[in-house]
Every structure is written in C-alpha cells, then in structure tokens.
C-alpha cells in the first residue's frame, strides 16, 4: 500500500535527504494562516459561481483577487469528518471519525501542533465538532494543538453560548460576525508580537435553522429562503471584516488566507452537482474555495485542478518546509505546484467514502447551558461522556474488505462509484455492490452511467479504491499508532 502514497509524502523524503546530505535549503516562507470554513455553503452558494439572488461582494472580490477552485471538494459530505481531513490531511475514516458528531482520535497528529511546534501561535474560533470543548477532555482544541480558542461543539446560532477555552461566555450579536471578532482579536495580538499565526475561523453558518440578523435578511425580502440567503450574506460580511482587519494591521500581502465549506449545500438547484449534503454525488462533495496570498498569488486565476480538504495540511507543510516525522499516511497532496502556477493538474485520484454509521448528537447551545449553570453557582462541570474520556480507545477490528456505505474514487475526469447495500443476513463481503462510473467533464451532473462501455477502466479503478480502502482499514484498526 506504500505505494499509493509515495507521491502524497515524497517532497518528505526529498526534504529529509536533502538535509543530511547537508545541501542549504533556502528559507522557507512564514506566512500567516488564515482557514475559513463554511458550514453547509454549497458550491453555487455564492454570487462569484452565478447564483441569481446571492450578495457575497467580499468572497466575489477574493475570488476576482486570488486563486479561485472549481473542482475543490470536501473530503466527506457532512461536517466533522471534513474538519478532521483539514487537520491531519488524512481520510477521516482513518481516525473514526466516520460522521458528525464522532470525535477525531486524539493519537492524530493536527495540523495545529505541527505549526505549533513551527513556531506559529495557534488559534481556534467557531465550530470545533472534533470532540469536546470542556476542560481536561482529550479531544478539545488545546489537545489538539491550538493555544486560544472561542468554540462551540457544533453548529452555532447568533447570540450564542461559546466556550473560551473551556469557561462558557454569553455573546451578543450575529454568529460569523463574533468569530470573526474572536480570530481578529488573536490575529492583533500576534502581529503586535512579530508572531506568526495560523488562525482557524469555522464558522457555524448556513446551517439549519437558519436565523439571518435582519440587516442581512432585508436584503431577501419576499424571498423563499430569505433567512439562508442572509446567513450567507452575513458569512461574507465576517470575511469582509477579516480582510479589513488585515489591511489595517498591513499583513494582508503576506496572509494564506483559504476560504472553503464542509460539506456540499443544502439546496441541490446551487450545489453544482447532483443531490446535496449527505451524498457522495457531486452536490455533497463540490464545494467553493479559494486561496488568496497576494506576495506568492500575484496574478489572479481559476484553476481546474482537482483538490479537497484533506490537501489543506500537506500544502501548508510543504510551503513552510516542516520535517514531518512519523507522519502517518496521507490522503492529501501539496498543492503548492498548483499554487504557483506550474500545473493545473492534481496527478493523484481521491477517495471519498461514506460509512454505514449513524452521527452522534451534539446539540451545542444545551450542552454550553449545562456547563455555565454549574459555573454559575461556582460547580465543577464533570460530565465523562461529554468530555468524551475514551476517544483514545480502538473499540473494534474491520476486517479487510469491509467496504461498507458509499464510496468513490474520482480520478479526472472519471469517477467511479462502489455503492453497498447490505442485508441483515450477509456479512459486508456478501453485500449487493453496485458499481457507476462517470465522465465528470462530460457529464458534471452523473446522470450517465458508462460502467458497462468501459469495463477495463472500471476494473482498473476498482482496483485501486479497493486498494486505498483497505489501507484506510489499516489505519481505522490502530496499525498507524
């Protein structure tokens, strides 16, 4: 399996042979890091892809600026297992964290401790979804690499109920507009230190129920969906007031700001494929993103290349040059070459994989009332399940070929599809599997299935999704800790 993956880490080796082979290296870039996120914004969710009612001036204006994606994807199609790619660049089913609401397993090594250990201040603000945001857990974002966090278990509402770094705070106002507070905050006080930062902003909109400040919702007025078409709005106010917060402080030119969503969108009519959340079709997966760094992106672009989430971690290392070592292995490629222009193709196929498992439920607001009642009345909040104690723990064995669920492998502009549908009296081997193939350039929406005129390709790429699932087994039963 090693094999799949030598591309995925080879500027690794080429880095650790280049320093014993004591070559100087030219010093690596230390630019801030921004990484915004979205919470269920489609990929036609914006006006810069064509919606006809959206107003997102600021992320029109960062994709006119920068480098702007219309093949990125999200790693899974629902929250947590994407956030846990962008952490460790790795399949989320890797770690367990299947779907929402499964914490990612704290032997992965984040994103945030590596920059950490770089040198870098790290920050958290808005949805976490990763685990816990009580003290003392081992899934919470100090666990997980970050020095300052204002988090939420989940998705959160304006007004909201966060946790600051494990003590509940009440806030006041419209929810991304408070995370971008939060992260602009941290990002003034690390550039008043001459600190690097990496500054994570996941925001808690446009998840249902959809609550839009009126300012935002105005503009809608006798829309269908005016409350959703707000909160997007109200998104790209926060994105608005981090860019201004940038500029003032006059790091703007020398800031990675990336901008994606979790998951596909709520509406299939702008989710720029077929279905929507949930789905492992094209409108669960496709999602915007752009990357605006104006001292390396001088000239503004649209790339075709194919990119997802989990590519997030090994760009960032490959640009900062950090030694990576005993890194498990990666699902994620450095899109370094694609951000320099040197190629608008990816060179790997990617692999998505939605597994048979239920979500865990998280409700945010409930759980944060509970820890500032106790706080309150001057109690220890203890609740073990919440602080989720045993995330560490391997609690069961997948045998090889358990290719439960949904899964595909999109290797542009083909994408093959290997759907499951158990019996109760079948084991996973037995299960019915149907098998769809794709031409995405020719046919974005799959609707025409090719499977039976390309028989040979099919058989290739089964091959190697069944290949990168059985290494995603390996590493879901604990063999890369």
Same mark, same amino acid.
């Given at each position: 399996?090693?094999?799949? *993956?030598?591309?995925?880490?080879?500027?690794?080796?080429? *880095?650790?042979?280049?320093?014993?082979?004591?070559?100087a290296l030219a010093e690596a870039p230390r630019p801030n890091i921004i990484l915004c996120m979205a919470d269920d914004q489609g990929w036609g969710d914006t006006a810069y892809n064509g919606h006809?009612?959206?107003?997102?001036?600021?992320?029109?204006?960062?994709?006119?600026?920068?480098?702007?994606?219309?093949?990125?994807?999200?790693?899974?199609?629902?929250?947590?297992? @994407?956030?846990?790619?962008?952490?460790?660049?790795?399949?989320?089913?890797?770690?367990?964290?299947?779907?929402?609401?499964?914490?990612?397993?704290? #032997?992965?090594?984040? $994103?945030?401790?590596?920059?950490?250990?770089?040198?870098?201040? @790290?920050?958290?603000?808005?949805?976490?979804?990763?685990?816990?945001?009580?003290?003392?857990?081992?899934?919470? =974002?100090?666990?997980?690499? *970050?020095?300052?966090?204002?988090s939420a278990y989940n998705f959160y509402d304006n007004d909201p109920l966060l946790s600051r770094e494990g003590t509940a705070v009440e806030l #006041?106002?419209?929810?991304?507009?408070?995370?971008? %507070?939060?992260?602009?905050?941290?990002?003034?006080? #690390? %550039?008043a230190k001459g600190q690097p930062f990496l500054a994570v902003v996941w925001f808690g909109s446009p998840h249902n129920p959809h609550?839009?400040?009126?300012?935002?919702?105005?503009?809608?007025?006798?829309?269908?969906?005016?409350?959703?078409?707000?909160?997007?709005?109200?998104?790209?106010?926060?994105?608005?007031?981090?860019?201004?917060?940038?500029?003032?402080?006059?790091?703007?030119?020398?800031?990675?700001?990336?901008?994606?969503?979790?998951?596909?969108g709520l509406q299939p009519a702008s989710t720029g494929g077929r279905n929507k959340k949930g789905s492992i079709y094209e409108g669960g997966l496709r999602v915007p993103a752009i990357i605006q760094w104006p001292s390396r992106i001088k000239t503004p672009r649209v790339t075709q290349a194919v990119a997802n989430t989990s590519d997030i971690y090994p760009t960032l290392l490959d640009i900062l040059k950090i030694d990576t070592p005993s890194q498990p292995p990666l699902d994620g490629v450095s899109l370094l070459p694609v951000i320099d222009g040197q190629t608008d193709q990816r060179g790997e196929p990617m692999?998505?994989?939605?597994?048979?498992?239920?979500?865990?439920? @998280? =409700?945010?607001?409930?759980?944060?009332?509970?820890? $500032?009642?106790? #706080?309150?009345?001057?109690?220890?909040?203890?609740?073990?399940?919440?602080?989720?104690?045993?995330?560490a723990e391997i609690k069961q064995q997948y045998e090889a070929d358990h290719f439960v669920g949904h899964?595909?492998?999109?290797?542009?502009?083909w994408k093959l599809h290997r759907i499951t549908e158990p019996s109760k009296n079948q084991s996973a081997k037995d299960s019915k599997v149907t098998i769809e193939l794709y031409n995405l350039q020719a046919d974005p929406m799959e609707t025409d299935n090719v499977a039976n005129k390309y028989p040979q390709r099919v058989a290739a790429m089964r091959e190697q999704l069944e290949a990168w699932q059985n290494s995603v087994l390996n590493s879901l039963n604990g063999e890369d800790y």
């Open positions: 399996m090693k094999s799949l *993956f030598a591309a995925h880490v080879g500027w690794l080796s080429l *880095f650790a042979l280049t320093c014993c082979c004591g070559v006809p009612l959206l107003k997102t001036p600021h992320l029109d204006a960062m994709a006119a600026g920068g480098l702007r994606f219309d093949h990125f994807y999200a790693a899974a199609p629902v929250c947590t297992p @994407t956030r846990a790619s962008v952490m460790t660049g790795r399949h989320p089913n890797r770690c367990g964290a299947f779907s929402w609401g499964h914490p990612m397993r704290p #032997q992965e090594i984040t $994103l945030a401790e590596r920059l950490k250990a770089a040198g870098y201040a @790290t920050g958290h603000f808005g949805k976490w979804h990763l685990g816990s945001v009580l003290k003392g857990s081992p899934v919470n =974002p100090t666990a997980a690499g *970050f020095d300052h966090w204002l #006041q106002g419209e929810s991304s507009i408070l995370t971008a %507070n939060a992260a602009i905050e941290f990002i003034k006080d #690390q %550039n609550r839009a400040a009126p300012q935002d919702r105005q503009l809608y007025a006798g829309q269908k969906h005016a409350d959703w078409l707000g909160e997007i709005t109200g998104l790209d106010r926060a994105v608005g007031k981090l860019q201004a917060a940038l500029r003032e402080e006059k790091i703007v030119d020398d800031t990675l700001f990336w901008y994606t969503s979790d998951n596909g692999g998505f994989w939605k597994f048979t498992a239920r979500g865990i439920r @998280t =409700p945010s607001d409930a759980w944060m009332r509970d820890l $500032l009642k106790a #706080q309150q009345a001057g109690k220890d909040y203890h609740d073990d399940s919440r602080l989720v104690l045993d995330a899964s595909a492998w999109n290797d542009w502009p």
